[in-house]
């Protein structure tokens, strides 16, 4: 994705970032979206984030004398791009456009009767370019121009004066780089291309180029077969390949990964990154889930539900993601906490048994259960 936009004079915005991400000399190249991919930091901090709210169900209320009342949700967050697709299809791409790129783009392809989209097509945001002149802004989408009207735009990171999202991947250059670059460096190395295998040198005297080519042969030929190579007392070999790990790219992949994981915002050990000495302990799941969902989910789920309540539904419905299902304890946790609800007559035992997908109780079941624990009684013969 690029911006156009006009202050000294028309400037592209990705060339604007990575200028600023790489230095001011152009220490390093920009980075296409499919080549940071490639780092498993950046693939796996996408996935966590995309896999965890797209996943999150999305229910539409109204308040009705100051009760939230759930109301039914309109198809376009049902089937968003239309028959045939689902709802975690969609977020799950548009997440991932807004994580990476910082801006996700659709064309709307309907509208209900409130003039609201009804069908957003999702494009590749790699095709999207934003201009601004003076105030109004364009979409071009594959070459084609679009007015703001027939877009849906989300997007996050924003600054002021910019009407798009800034891109992580595009500041994160730097870090994805030196990933890469030592990626490339290893295959080169191990793989022979790179450097010479090993180092066979006579020390007695300075060879021809017949007689080092004979040598090479011989040698090559009784390692590819397992053999013994016979030489003299004036021969030293050196196996460079062996040294690999003696060079700064296995320092450099260790650091880039936590480095592209908080471009990407993920705790570093969701994602297996390296905990360089130190660690981080959690008394139980839902302690370490509650503190991914507020630290580096919480913001990114309130600019969609922003985004879903003022511009797919009519006033004065809003939209709400669910986060119970990352937030699901341990069988005993659970238990534990319904307990505290029922007791403290928060929870009714109906919709406790409905959290755990149980049909309600038969009659039968009402009167065991009054059997093994009878109500108990008061001093005044009351009831407890």
């Not at 007695?204 to 090559?220: I, M, N, Y």
């Not at 989910?297 to 299902?325: H, Q, T």
Request: charged share 20%; proline share 6%; with cysteine.
């Amino acid at each position: 994705m690029s911006l156009f936009f006009k202050r000294a004079g028309s400037t592209d915005a990705t060339a604007y970032v990575t200028q600023r991400s790489v230095g001011a000399k152009g220490s390093a190249r920009s980075v296409k979206r499919d080549e940071a991919l490639r780092h498993s930091a950046i693939w796996a901090g996408l996935r966590l984030r995309a896999d965890l709210i797209s996943t999150m169900p999305v229910d539409v209320f109204r308040r009705v004398n100051g009760i939230q009342v759930e109301t039914a949700k309109p198809l376009v967050l049902e089937s968003p791009a239309g028959p045939g697709t689902s709802y975690v299809e969609w977020a799950y791409s548009t997440q991932v456009d807004l994580d990476s790129a910082g801006n996700t783009v659709g064309i709307v392809r309907a509208r209900d009767s409130f003039g609201l989209p009804s069908m957003i097509e999702p494009v590749c945001i790699d095709d999207v370019v934003v201009r601004s002149l003076k105030g109004a802004v364009t979409y071009s989408i594959s070459g084609k121009t679009y007015q703001p009207s027939e877009v849906w735009h989300e997007r996050q990171y924003t600054v002021s004066g910019v009407p798009v999202g800034l891109s992580p991947i595009a500041y994160a250059a730097m870090s994805i780089n030196g990933h890469l670059s030592a990626q490339e460096f290893a295959a080169g190395w191990f793989g022979n291309s790179a450097v010479p295998a090993s180092h066979l040198r006579n020390t007695a005297k300075t060879l021809t180029p017949t007689e080092a080519q004979g040598v090479k042969d011989r040698f090559k030929a009784s390692v590819s077969s397992g053999d013994v190579f016979v030489t003299g007392n004036d021969w030293e070999y050196s196996m460079l390949a062996a040294k690999a790990s003696e060079s700064s790219f296995i320092e450099q992949m260790s650091f880039s990964i936590n480095d592209a994981a908080r471009f990407i915002g993920v705790p570093g050990d969701l994602i297996d990154a390296p905990a360089g000495g130190s660690s981080i302990t959690y008394a139980n799941i839902t302690q370490r889930h509650l503190q991914l969902l507020i630290i580096n989910l919480g913001p990114a789920i309130v600019r969609r539900e922003d985004a879903f309540s003022r511009l797919l539904l009519p006033r004065p419905r809003y939209a709400k993601l669910n986060p119970g299902a990352l937030l699901r304890m341990d069988q005993q946790s659970r238990y534990e906490s319904y307990e505290v609800g029922i007791r403290s007559r928060f929870l009714p035992p109906s919709e406790v048994r409905d959290l755990e997908n149980l049909p309600p109780l038969t009659p039968e079941q009402e009167a065991e259960f009054a059997r093994l624990f009878p109500a108990k009684q008061t001093p005044q013969g009351a009831q407890a």
